[in-house]
Antibody
């Protein structure tokens, strides 16, 4: 069974930093592409970032580009999100989610274009002074 | 990276069918057959219902079906049940390795 467990959320002041972790189990983490998605209270889902299976390719939403960094350690089956220069509008529950390996109709020339499939339960980040 | 447009709410009676629309642009929904749908119960993580417009993951009821025409994708739930009452989100690949979600639709089963 796929299990994703986020941690590292908490209260941080504007301009501060936080690193989120996502521990993965129940699947071959090193083969899967991974996403971070966030959701402010009472609001919709917003895609944040994606990383390929070996960590060499990343992408970001414009709203976090230059401030957030996604990374992974396949030896520890763990996904990370380093968040710097945090703003009040970054306050949200942050979910990590797997997107499978690059296969089927969502795989184009070795690049997975798959949206998230399995999700963790999320970790709350609050940016407030 | 503007959010896809979904109706804020829809409703239906048990046994009926409902359809939730998801309207994007020619840069996202209209360009790729990479639309997914999620169900999110209150306080829970989203659950994948459909991917690549029409495909259902293992374990998802065939009461959930998807389609796409032009820049609009749709989720249809047939034989509506009380447990279908939830929030529903669409998501589309939006090019240059980015994704965009819809604003979400609250489904009420009357």
């Amino acid at each position: 069974e796929v299990q994703l467990v986020e941690s590292g959320g908490g209260l941080v002041q504007p301009g501060g930093s936080l690193r989120l972790s996502c521990a993965a189990s129940g699947f071959t983490f090193s083969s899967d592409w991974m996403h971070w998605v966030r959701q402010a209270a009472g609001k919709g889902l917003v895609w944040v970032s994606r990383i390929n299976s070996d960590g060499t390719s990343t992408s970001y939403a414009d709203s976090v580009k230059g401030r957030f960094t996604i990374s992974r350690d396949n030896t520890k089956n763990t996904l990370y999100l380093q968040m710097n220069s945090l703003r009040a509008e970054d306050t949200a529950v942050y979910y990590c989610a797997s997107a499978g390996n690059c296969s089927g109709g969502s795989c184009y020339s070795g690049v997975s274009l798959a949206s998230p499939d399995s999700w963790g339960q999320g970790t709350l980040v609050t940016v407030h002074s | 990276q503007s959010a896809l447009t979904q109706p804020a709410s829809v409703s239906g009676s048990p046994g009926q069918s409902i359809t939730i629309s998801c309207t994007g642009t020619s840069s996202d929904v209209g360009s790729y057959n990479l639309v997914s749908w999620y169900q999110q119960l209150p306080g829970k993580a989203p659950k994948l219902l459909l991917y690549e417009v029409t495909k259902r993951p293992s374990g998802i009821s065939n009461r959930f079906s998807g389609s796409k025409s032009g820049n609009t994708a749709s989720l249809t739930i047939s034989g509506l049940q009380a447990e279908d009452e939830s929030d529903y989100y669409c998501c589309s690949y939006a090019g240059t390795n980015t994704w965009v979600f819809g604003g979400g639709t609250e489904l009420t089963v009357l």
